[in-house]
């Protein structure tokens, strides 16, 4: 089931590449697969995150990824992704705008940028002639309601996936089951467990619980990080307790799954952790935070254990989990 070729007319939508922070039902099949199964059988059906039933006749071979920020789950089992959309180039990713965690290996396995700067062009998915084709239900990369139908009326299966409630670690199970990849789905997810782990005997864990703030500057909304957020999951591996903030702080429209945005001047007041690690920060954001006057009676801040952590954990994925890991150790190890 491959794109037809043909030439189109479209009009590109151009997106923030800054994407959302990381925030769950299991994807269904019918009677030819499920998600505990060891291996698929063809044609396959599955039920994805927007409710839509995607059959494929035959395990896919060209699969193109309009939603970067699952590009790294996707490599991580091995799944045969042949192109994927492209942030906009920044100190996060490398110079085609593919993030930085995974760009190395994206360049092993030959995967082509299908277009840069998040801008959607029909025409280049139809050139790389897929044979499934994933999409994101929202985000700066989610093309789902601008686009979603032009790609199905080309007659490729096209799976919609939620990152925003769902974990690497649940991501990786679906695309598993989707891809025939459900072995080395799981052999991801225990590989990283591994790896935590090992990490948590090396590192020393304070008293008082962890708080994970997005911290960003006097006078600005912050997020403290729920504990049902992937940077809390790490952490909980790790042996911290995730201090959470009161909810009743809560300036979200619609409250979140993965963090809580607090004003600044309530900032004082959802900082409770005993610990703070900063996210998406190469070490500034934590100095910002220890010097801001507001904070300064913060325990952690009178301890001087304010710790970065790193600045690819603005979204987890196996690789740039691994980063996170690292950060933690080589601070408190």
Same mark, same amino acid.
């Given at each position: 089931?491959? %794109?037809? &070729?043909?030439? %189109?007319? !479209?009009? /590109?939508? !151009? =997106?923030?590449? /800054?994407? =959302? @922070?990381?925030?769950?039902?299991?994807?269904?099949?019918?009677?030819?697969?499920?998600?505990? +199964?060891?291996?698929? +059988?063809? $044609? @396959?059906?599955?039920?994805?995150?927007?409710g839509h039933e995607v059959t494929l006749d035959s395990q896919p071979e &060209?699969?193109?990824?309009? /939603? !970067?920020?699952?590009? *790294?789950? %996707? %490599?991580?089992?091995? =799944? $045969? !992704?042949?192109?994927s959309a492209a942030a906009s180039v920044s100190d996060i990713t490398d110079d085609k705008g593919f993030f930085s965690q995974w760009a190395g290996v994206a360049d092993e396995r030959g995967v082509e940028v299908l277009y840069p700067d998040l801008t959607f062009d029909l025409e280049s998915v139809v050139a790389v002639d897929p044979d499934l084709v994933i999409v994101s239900t929202s985000g700066a990369d989610s093309v789902y309601d601008d686009h979603y139908d032009e790609l199905t009326a080309q007659g490729v299966p096209v799976y919609? /996936?939620?990152?925003?409630?769902?974990?690497?670690?649940?991501?990786?199970?679906?695309? *598993?089951? @989707?891809?025939?990849?459900?072995?080395?789905?799981?052999?991801?997810?225990?590989?990283f467990d591994a790896y935590a782990a090992d990490a948590a005997e090396k590192i020393t864990v304070s008293d008082g619980g962890a708080s994970i703030v997005s911290f960003n500057?006097? *006078?600005?909304?912050?997020?403290? =990080?729920?504990?049902?957020s992937a940077q809390a999951a790490i952490l909980t591996k790790l042996g911290f307790q995730v201090a959470e903030a009161d909810s009743t702080l809560d300036?979200?429209?619609? $409250?979140?799954?993965?963090?809580?945005f607090v004003t600044y001047e309530n900032l004082s007041k959802a900082i409770t952790g005993g610990t703070v690690f900063t996210l998406s920060d190469d070490g500034r954001k934590a100095k910002a935070l220890e010097s801001d006057a507001t904070l300064a009676n913060l325990d952690a801040v009178k301890n001087g254990r304010v710790y970065p952590l790193g600045l690819t954990s603005f979204r987890i994925d196996p690789y740039s989990g691994r980063q996170?890991?690292?950060?933690?150790?080589?601070?408190?190890a």
């Open positions: 089931m491959h %794109l037809r &070729r043909m030439t %189109l007319a !479209v009009s /590109a939508v !151009v =997106a923030s590449a /800054a994407l =959302a @922070l990381s925030g769950c039902s299991s994807t269904s099949s019918d009677t030819t697969s499920s998600a505990s +199964s060891d291996t698929a +059988s063809w $044609p @396959l059906t599955v039920t994805d995150d927007a &060209r699969i193109v990824n309009t /939603a !970067v920020s699952v590009t *790294g789950t %996707l %490599l991580a089992i091995d =799944a $045969p !992704v042949v192109a919609v /996936a939620n990152y925003g409630s769902k974990s690497w670690e649940e991501l990786a199970e679906d695309f *598993g089951t @989707l891809t025939g990849h459900q072995a080395e789905a799981r052999q991801a997810v225990d590989d500057g006097s *006078g600005k909304d912050s997020g403290v =990080a729920k504990g049902t300036t979200s429209e619609k $409250p979140r799954q993965d963090f809580t996170m890991i690292d950060q933690i150790v080589s601070d408190l």
